[in-house]
């Protein structure tokens, strides 16, 4: 068949089976949205601002694995789009960005609305492409979406310009099933020597641990971390971005680790001597000071992408491979193995871990007359184990609390900025969740700060109908901002507060959403109930909590692991 | 801290040096030079990159340079039998006939021709390692030099060690 520029991309989504495209019209992009006009297949989500649609299509591909697709004009539309471009890029998302582009024959003349797309976004994509020629298309667009979602996955822009999608110029148009790309080709299988010197270690070990990361929700292996972790019976910790790959409420798991992870994951990460990192990069939110990183530990390191292993901490015993298939791997060689763990050894270190669980490094005070943010989430938690409910969170103490005290038990649940740490987040990305899950909770967890960066989404949500549940963790200060001003600036507090707050929930009300306001903690429970009842439609619960309230435990920057600033400490300072 | 000749062999893509580059700058690695041409292979090309680091240094840039999408294979040449090669033009201030002779007898040591001649100047063409091509514009001084043009090295493997699909 004979197609334009502009209506074979649209045949192409349709063809790469895309539900939903994130966007926002503009002159360069103007031939495109023609051609989405009058066809139900792919349905546009338009956003208010270019940030959001790509949020959204960040959470939709965080939680259904599937790549996510944004559509923006030229200029202004591409720039906008850049800081969702990075922080999908640092959390290796699956995104298919197409940015329109001035015509050919004006390109680099600092035309209306012309950016260097390509250049600007360099940086922050797994890959780009300018396509000057209608023929390219087609084949662009599937590389783009198998760069995007094989090896470690991430976006890809696609920057088209507008006499390329003329809807005068029409060319036959074939779905291409496949591409071949001699420069790019993923490993996927692990080596087998390496995996069978992986083995003796992994049983050889007597204080092992098993650090598992973001990349075993990319690569769909948590039935493969399961069946590891209890065929060796061994603590396992998860990164900020791997929680809920291994349940968290199963007595192996030890929570999470990092700067503000539980006392036993850090204090078992410093003292193990066999470390299995799954999946994990060694953020420098989880090592602390590097020089002091696991120092008894031998390493194991299972990663996709070589350029992982060995960045910031040398491992003794690199896999490169798909995480699925290396742990399949390693499952039957481990099996067939006629060694075992040591079990007076593994019972010795379980004894440690226990000691350490005493601590109970995420106690708080329960009596308190002011609402605990943790004790929201804890209830948010109660209320919905069990159901079919996604949490994502915006950037600060709010999301540190929503990691720890939500205990997740399924991947793809949790839906974060953990790399780039993007403030703005959590509002547009349970967008991208609730319409890939109309049927399932959608829970933002959120502070006063982060859900002003992106409240215009508001708007969005209620042309589109989106039941969002927001929990606004309302303390009146950019909560984790102001905590390391109390640590370690003397508590002075600079900017780290903000007056003339709005009032949320005539805000909300004003949008046509519910809005409440719930300012004692015997309210809680009942406030998260009925908003959760309230199936179609957007609730904003405006939490006004305990202001002076710190994350804790916490390794302050250039501590090591286990040397934890705890809640205690604050009365002892 | 070494210095090592990477060869990269890429696709012939618009913008494929600027990838190149970038990586270098935003993470913070050395580039001493940089060349790139296309090969007999339209759709390739192939660049040298110059660069020095720790070994760990290395590892990563190499790592990262598989990354890129764009580059289909590379080796470092420093790791084993390789020639490196490196053209310089060299223009001299040449006056008088001690002078002219004793510039004319230098390049010849050098191995140099002597490719542009007008009665107050010189330019040499020389080809070498880098480093002979320091020891050349070390042994003139900086009195005689008016300019110097190096193209970067350039290197490939010896004997059956080869960067090719």
């Known amino acids: ?573 | 801290m070494d210095r090592h000749i990477i060869s990269i062999l890429m696709e012939n893509e618009a913008g494929a040096l600027s990838r190149v580059a970038g990586l270098f700058s935003a993470r913070g690695y050395n580039i001493e030079s940089l060349t790139v041409a296309p090969t007999e292979d339209a759709s390739l090309s192939r660049m040298t990159v110059v660069t020095v680091g720790s070994e760990e240094i290395i590892e990563q840039i190499i790592k990262q340079l598989n990354k890129l999408i764009d580059v289909v294979k590379l080796i470092d040449l420093t790791q084993a039998g390789h020639i490196e090669r490196e053209l310089a033009l060299v223009k001299l201030r040449a006056e008088g006939s001690v002078d002219r002779d004793e510039l004319k007898r230098l390049s010849d040591i050098f191995r140099g021709h002597i490719v542009d001649v007008t009665s107050t100047s010189y330019v040499v063409e020389l080809t070498g390692t880098g480093d002979k091509i320091d020891a050349f514009i070390e042994a003139l001084g900086d009195r005689q030099i008016i300019e110097v043009v190096r193209s970067g090295a350039s290197g490939i493997g010896r004997g059956e060690r080869s960067l090719e699909l």
């Open chain 1, 1 to 573: 068949m004979e197609l334009s520029g502009a209506e074979i991309i649209i045949q192409f989504l349709k063809d790469e089976g895309v539900d939903h495209v994130f966007g926002y019209p503009g002159g360069a992009v103007l031939h495109i949205y023609d051609a989405l006009y009058g066809q139900e297949d792919v349905q546009h989500i338009l956003v208010r601002h270019e940030q959001a649609a790509t949020h959204a299509a960040d959470g939709y591909a965080r939680s259904t694995g599937k790549p996510g697709v944004v559509l923006v004009t030229s200029g202004p539309g591409a720039t906008n789009a850049i800081t969702g471009i990075a922080t999908a890029f640092l959390d290796s998302i699956p995104m298919v960005v197409i940015t329109g582009q001035v015509s050919t024959p004006v390109i680099g003349s600092d035309a209306f609305q012309e950016v260097d797309a390509v250049g600007i976004t360099r940086p922050c994509v797994k890959h780009n492409f300018l396509v000057k020629d209608i023929t390219d298309l087609a084949d662009t667009l599937k590389k783009a979406f198998h760069i995007a979602s094989t090896g470690r996955p991430g976006p890809v822009v696609v920057d088209i310009p507008k006499d390329v999608t003329d809807p005068n110029i029409k060319i036959p148009y074939i779905y291409p099933k496949t591409v071949e790309m001699r420069s790019y080709n993923p490993v996927t299988k692990g080596h087998l020597i390496q995996m069978k010197r992986a083995v003796d270690l992994i049983m050889s070990a007597k204080r092992p641990m098993i650090y598992s990361g973001g990349g075993v929700v990319l690569g769909n292996a948590k039935d493969e971390l399961r069946e590891f972790t209890r065929f060796l019976n061994y603590p396992i910790t998860q990164t900020l971005m791997g929680l809920g790959a291994y349940p968290e409420n199963d007595k192996l798991s030890v929570g999470m680790l990092g700067m503000h992870g539980t006392y036993e994951a850090n204090m078992a990460m410093h003292e193990c001597d066999v470390l299995i990192a799954i999946g994990a990069r060694f953020d420098d939110r989880v090592t602390g000071k590097l020089a002091d990183f696991c120092p008894t530990a031998k390493i194991v390191h299972i990663d996709i992408d070589p350029a992982s292993i060995s960045k910031n901490v040398k491992v003794d015993i690199p896999i490169v491979g798909d995480v699925k298939l290396v742990l399949q791997e390693l499952n039957n060689l481990l099996q067939e193995s006629k060694s075992r763990p040591g079990e007076a050894a593994i019972a010795k270190w379980w004894d440690q871990i226990d000691q350490w669980r005493g601590k109970q490094c995420l106690e708080y005070d329960r009596k308190s007359d002011l609402i605990k943010p943790q004790f929201v989430i804890e209830t948010l938690s109660k209320l919905t184990r069990g159901q079919d409910t996604f949490v994502t969170s915006d950037v600060g103490q709010h999301q540190m609390w929503a990691a720890q005290y939500y205990r997740f038990d399924e991947p793809r649940r949790w839906i974060n900025s953990g790399g780039l740490g993007t403030m703005g987040f959590g509002l547009p990305a349970a967008m991208g969740v609730q319409l890939a899950h109309p049927d399932a909770t959608v829970a933002c967890v959120t502070g006063e700060g982060s859900i002003q960066m992106c409240i215009q989404e508001l708007s969005t949500c209620k042309q589109y109908g989106l039941p969002i549940k927001i929990i606004n963790l309302n303390n009146r200060y950019l909560g984790m901002v102001r905590q390391w001003q109390e640590f370690t600036y003397e508590q002075r507090y600079s900017m780290s507060y903000m007056e003339a707050l709005p009032d949320f929930q005539k805000l909300t009300e004003a949008y046509g959403h519910v809005g409440m306001l719930i300012e004692k903690p015997g309210d809680v429970e009942g406030a998260l109930k009925e908003a959760l009842a309230l199936k179609d439609r957007l609730v904003f619960m405006d939490f006004i909590t305990d202001r002076t309230e710190n994350v804790y435990p916490m390794i302050e920057a250039g501590k090591a692991q286990h040397e934890m600033r705890m809640p205690t400490d604050r009365e002892l300072a």
